[in-house]
Nanobody, 122 residues
C-alpha cells in the first residue's frame, strides 16, 4: 500500500474545466501505473482513466474520452486529470489510484486515495 494525496476538486459550472492532482510522495512513483475512478451520487464506482508507468499509454472510459486527459510528471511524483467541458453528469467523488499496471488500475486493484469531490452545476 502506498499513500496518495489528491487535490483539485471543487464546484464549477457546466462547460468549465478542473484539474485534479494526485501525488505519490515516494521514489516508487515511476514504478506505478496511475489512474482515476469516480463515484457519482447513488451510483457505483466507475473507471475514468489510466496511464502507464512511462506515460506513453493512456486509457479512458467512453463517457470522458475527448474531454478528459490523464498525464503524469515523474519528476514531481504526480499524476493529473485535466477535465474539460464538464457536464452535470461528471459530478462525483474522484479517486486516484496507483498499481503495478494499467490493467490493475482498471480492475480497481492497488492503492487508492480518499477521494476528492467534483460538483458540476448547470
Amino acid at each position: 500500500q502506498v499513500q496518495l494525496i489528491e487535490s483539485g476538486g471543487g464546484s464549477v459550472q457546466a462547460g468549465e474545466s478542473l484539474r485534479l492532482s494526485c501525488e505519490l510522495p515516494s521514489r516508487t512513483f515511476t514504478g506505478h501505473a496511475m489512474g482515476w475512478f469516480r463515484q457519482p451520487p447513488g451510483k457505483e464506482r466507475e473507471f475514468v482513466a489510466a496511464i502507464s508507468m512511462d506515460g506513453w499509454t493512456t486509457y479512458y472510459s467512453d463517457s470522458v474520452k475527448g474531454r478528459f486527459a490523464i498525464s503524469r510528471d515523474n519528476a514531481k511524483n504526480t499524476a493529473y486529470l485535466q477535465m474539460n467541458s464538464l457536464i452535470v453528469q461528471d459530478t462525483a467523488v474522484y479517486y486516484c489510484g496507483a498499481a503495478q499496471s494499467t490493467d490493475y488500475i482498471k480492475k480497481r486493484l492497488g492503492s487508492w486515495g480518499q477521494g476528492t469531490l467534483v460538483v458540476v452545476s448547470s
